[in-house]
């Protein structure tokens, strides 16, 4: 976006963007957009009234010669006129007109929360990892708030300028063309003036709602990394480096309120010539007989309203600059393309017999070649393990196979289908994850392991639980299944999360098993557990386990060993350490107590 909007012709691009995409959204809620505006408009004509009987009061009263009792009589009525007026206006016309702008904008709220979370979510693995959470958060959450502000100030200020405008004008030239062509002349050169010094003010708010973002996701950053902090005694430098960003934000967020401030000053000195220089004409032509002494209040009461109304929209152009800013934020997570799509019309996946086939296989990641021909098969129900040094691309194999990325050349097939030809939904529902860093969700115990089946019983997630020997640590806490873990599962330890990630998968029950170093963070004895529900969960499934600690997969069906992005070696375990220079042959000595020579 710093890119699309660096140019005069780009920024008017993107404010037309964000104008069509608000303008798409009313269209959703025509009734309370249509009502909340007629009811605008209904109360901006009721409360031009009073003043047009008021003048006709000080008129009756200036020029009747007639005995003072009628006088008063006929003033009286016209009060009690005005004030039946101003009662119904603000006790009922007014008050639907909040009634419906406060549905039209709490529908739309809630309809691009939705709207924003499914989109959000449907980007690929890659751009939650490029994006701090923290300020996606802020995103969309000020999107959320610009869209209801900018709402208020299209209805409650920019409909009300231009009506208020057009009637006063319609009103007051009515007795003097020229007094309304006058003053029509100086509200549209004022009104120009004013968006033209908004716009050119445009940067200010745009780069303190930038620094804004950047702050918010730095304080989401140390947040979620408290305990590394703490760790490290690295308090007082992340305290330095966030009192400057926040000291940059500051002075962004001081220059755009002093730079609007100032155009306030130089325009109030204009809306002050216009007052008087409309009263100082309107005497003149009172004193040359061309107006009654009751239009000179009306013009008045009326030059007051319209410098009421101008004024409103130096806040309206203020308040709109950042509103467009920050919108123009959210709608940078909408119009981002989607690395990973589905294809159109995508058929669901069909799972018969969960085999699985990497078929000449290329796949970069940022440029960087990774897999290069890279070909297997695994069969239906076969177990295989997939072992090798850090970096050699065995959990990458597994984020392709989710399809959290797309690869350049081949195809990867489940019972031969092709899984960039199926939509992502359905291809993820027949695998199951036990991920090497399972991350929980800030909910009960219960509602984590029943997460990939939430219509579950309370014996089945027991029966998951108990498999993955979860029971041990759980029948211990307070709450027992109802325990809140904290967010990402901090109170837990990470082997009761890997447990509780293990146990996810049982209750899911899909055809294919992916277990990423399921076991890395268990004891030895917690580890033989592991190892005996493991067995039990991967009978009559496709299975593929990542393990550095080759007591874990000694008894696959085969085992795949992997270096520097490559297959090296494809056999049993028996089979692979009778190769004495292999490298599973090597990793086996380390573990059992050999070293390197």
């Not at 109304?309 to 308040?319: K, L, N, Y």
């Not at 699985?356 to 940022?366: K, L, M």
């Not at 580890?527 to 005996?532: D, N, P, R, T, V």
Request: aromatic share 12%.
């Amino acid at each position: 976006r710093e890119n699309m909007i660096n140019s005069k012709k780009d920024k008017e691009i993107w404010f037309f963007q964000v104008l069509k995409f608000i303008l798409v959204r009313y269209k959703s809620f025509p009734f309370w957009a249509i009502l909340s505006i007629v009811g605008r408009v209904a109360s901006i004509i009721l409360s031009l009234l009073p003043a047009i009987y008021y003048s006709d009061m000080i008129n009756i009263i200036s020029q009747s010669q007639a005995v003072r009792y009628p006088i008063a009589q006929h003033a009286i009525g016209i009060l009690i006129v005005v004030f039946a007026i101003k009662f119904f206006n603000n006790s009922l016309v007014y008050r639907i007109y909040e009634y419906a702008l406060i549905k039209l904008e709490m529908s739309m709220q809630q309809t691009l929360y939705d709207e924003l979370f499914l989109h959000l979510h449907k980007h690929s693995y890659q751009y939650f990892i490029d994006h701090f959470s923290g300020k996606l958060v802020a995103q969309i959450r000020k999107m959320i708030w610009a869209l209801e502000r900018f709402t208020d100030l299209l209805i409650g200020n920019i409909l009300s300028f231009f009506l208020n405008v057009f009637l006063v004008v319609i009103i007051v030239a009515h007795e003097s063309w020229m007094l309304g062509l006058g003053m029509f002349i100086f509200v549209a050169c004022f009104s120009c003036v004013q968006y033209w010094v908004a716009r050119w003010l445009q940067s200010y708010p745009e780069k303190a709602n930038k620094l804004d973002s950047d702050l918010g996701g730095v304080l989401s950053d140390t947040i979620g990394n408290a305990l590394t902090v703490k760790t490290f005694a690295a308090l007082q430098r992340e305290a330095q480096n966030f009192a400057q960003l926040n000291a940059e934000a500051t002075k962004a967020r001081t220059k755009q309120y002093l730079a609007f401030n100032l155009m306030g000053i130089v325009l109030l000195v204009m809306l002050v010539f216009l007052e008087i220089a409309t009263l100082w004409y309107a005497v003149i032509l009172w004193w040359a007989g061309g107006l009654e002494l009751g239009m000179i209040v009306l013009v008045q009461t009326y030059t007051l309203r319209i410098i009421d109304q101008v004024m409103s929209m130096g806040f309206v152009f203020r308040s709109f600059s950042r509103i467009v800013a920050e919108i123009g934020e959210g709608l940078e997570i909408i119009q981002t393309p989607r690395e990973i799509k589905d294809v159109e019309n995508a058929p669901s996946l069909r799972i018969n017999e969960a085999k699985i086939r990497f078929q000449n296989v290329d796949f970069s990641y940022q440029d960087e070649q990774l897999f290069h021909g890279l070909d297997f098969e695994i069969k239906s129900g076969e177990h295989v393990a997939l072992v090798g040094a850090s970096g050699s691309g065995k959990s990458t194999i597994t984020k392709l196979l989710f399809r959290f990325y797309d690869i350049q050349k081949g195809k990867i097939l489940i019972d031969d289908q092709d899984i960039s030809q199926v939509t992502q939904e359905s291809l993820r529902s027949h695998l199951s994850l036990v991920p090497q860093d399972p991350i929980l969700f800030h909910r009960s115990i219960r509602e984590n392991i029943a997460y990939a089946c939430p219509d579950a019983s309370d014996d089945e997630i027991k029966a998951a639980a108990k498999m993955a020997r979860c029971d041990f640590f759980i029948d211990h806490l307070d709450n027992k299944y109802e325990t809140l873990v904290g967010e990402r599962g901090i109170k837990l330890s990470w082997g009761e999360r890997q447990r509780i990630a293990i146990a996810r998968a049982i209750i899911e029950n899909a055809p294919i098993l992916i277990m990423d170093e399921a076991t890395s963070a268990l004891d030895s004895e917690s580890e033989k557990y592991i190892q005996e529900a493991m067995a039990e969960v991967m009978k009559n499934k496709t299975s593929i386990i990542i393990a550095h600690r080759l007591s874990t997969i000694m008894k696959m069906d085969r085992i795949i060993v992997m270096d520097q992005w490559k297959i090296v070696e494809s056999w049993t375990h028996s089979e692979l350490i009778q190769k004495p220079h292999g490298i599973y042959k090597k990793l086996r000595d380390i573990q059992s107590g050999g070293f390197i020579k």
